[in-house]
């Protein structure tokens, strides 16, 4: 996602702490977007560090076919614990069983082999797969193919499988969104085997919001077809919509969830996809070619395992939804200031993120104010790494107010910078 000839000398890092990354010769950034969304307690926080400096003294790595460890089993009961707290109160089949892999696109890919592979091995033929515009599940060939089509994959979009894209719900036109699912549902229900979506925000899309509420509906009407509900919350999990998982703020409990980024507080990598036991069972046979056909080398690594647990325990012993909560606040403080430029438009908050679009004759991924913001910022010690013009800040949990403040601020003159820029040239 850089173009090389065009983005500039890559910083070199050399050390980070909480919220802040410390650069070669002295130079301090705050990370404002969690290093690409992955960190939530902060970098290099003590607890995370300890577990894995530990593990690695006791066992680094391990076949994970055949075999188990302390660390695999201990993060299991707890994540399972975790996700039947935060799916208490919704409709669904529990989550029983957990498959790791190593980043967001492996664990998708995992839950559209299980999903096919859950009808088949059931002696249903689906062949179908539908997914909600604009979304982004990863780069892999499986993930682009339930991605959004663009400028992100057209290139290889000759060799994506095909799939269908129901349209977003924008703003008034939700009811658009359900009756195209429903017109889809009565005629291809059956054949289709499951329905992935990114819940209450699409992130790469630039950080767009819709209704738990229309996510609830959409997942109501499919489950009447038995459709599976695949929810990608590689971004959204671990508390950045202001829930542990958002999937939850729609009352339903997916059929299978995806896992990664915030997985491990952003210290390894790691993917997970949960799954309930009918998928489990549907693949548990007496024949082999039943079994579920997927590996990764470091499927189970015990130090991702160890930094997992940890940064999981931190969410027992440390206040972090209230963090969430205090962040959410500032950013729709915030969120009031922006609304009044003429420049701004859409200005939105869930959670831990705060979003808004600069207005610009090029929208989308490919307007050039992303650049421009991106140096400005960095030239005053903040990372911030707009989606074409829309411009997110996405802080680890640990954030203070001081900082949160430096960054709305020295975006605002970034704002002013662009606009400046703009009346000169029209002069």
């Known amino acids: 996602m850089t173009q090389h000839k065009t983005f500039g000398p890559a910083l070199h890092v050399e050390r980070a702490e909480g919220a802040h990354l410390h650069l070669r010769g002295g130079k301090q950034i705050i990370d404002g977007i969690s290093s690409w969304w992955v960190n939530t307690h902060g970098h290099c926080h003590p607890k995370i560090v300890e577990a894995v400096q530990e593990q690695a003294a006791k066992l680094e790595q391990v076949i994970f076919a055949g075999f188990t460890h302390d660390p695999a089993e201990n993060l299991t009961r707890k994540l399972l614990s975790k996700v039947r707290e935060s799916f208490e109160n919704c409709d669904g089949v529990p ?20 999903a096919i592979g859950y009808h088949d091995n059931a002696g249903e033929q689906r062949t179908k797969v539908i997914a909600l515009e604009g979304g982004y599940h990863g780069d892999t060939f499986g993930a682009m193919s339930t991605g959004e089509r663009g400028v992100f994959n057209a290139l290889y979009e000759p060799f994506l499988f095909e799939v269908k ?5 924008h703003k008034g036109q939700e009811m658009r969104t359900l009756q195209w699912l429903d017109k889809w549902l009565n005629r291809y229900g059956k054949d289709t085997a499951a329905f992935i979506f990114e819940p209450i925000v699409q992130g790469a899309a630039g950080m767009r919001m819709y209704p738990a509420k229309l996510l609830k509906k959409m997942a109501e009407m499919c489950r009447e077809y038995g459709v599976l509900l695949i929810a990608d919350e590689v971004m959204t999990g671990f508390g950045r919509t202001g829930t542990m998982f958002a999937s939850s703020q729609a009352e339903i409990v997916p059929d299978l969830l995806c896992l990664s980024k915030g997985l491990t507080g952003g210290f390894l990598p790691m993917g997970a996809t949960l799954a ?3 998928i489990y069972n549907a693949f548990y046979h007496d024949e082999k070619a039943k079994q579920f056909f997927h590996s990764t080398s ?12 940890a940064s999981l325990e931190i969410w027992d012993e440390e206040p972090v939804l209230q963090s969430i909560q205090t962040i959410g606040e500032h950013h729709r403080k915030a969120a009031g200031w922006y609304s009044a430029r003429p420049d701004i438009t859409d200005v939105r908050v869930k959670g831990s993120i705060f979003a ?3 207005r610009d004759d090029v929208s989308g991924y490919l307007s050039s104010i992303a650049q421009e913001i991106y140096d400005f910022m960095l030239d005053n010690g903040v990372l911030l790494r707009p989606i074409g013009n829309t411009v997110y800040i996405l802080p680890p949990y640990c954030i203070d107010e001081q900082d949160l403040e430096r960054i709305y601020e020295t975006l605002w003159r970034s704002l002013d910078s662009l606009r400046d820029e703009g009346l000169q040239q029209a002069a």
């Open 95 to 114: 989550l029983q069983h957990v498959f790791y892999s190593d980043s967001g696109s492996t664990a998708i890919e995992v839950a559209l082999k299980m």
């Open 165 to 169: 894209h129901i349209p977003y719900p």
């Open 276 to 278: 309930p036991r009918k």
């Open 298 to 309: 470091f499927t189970g690594n015990p130090m991702a395992c160890a930094a997992a647990l």
């Open 356 to 358: 808004l679009d600069v």
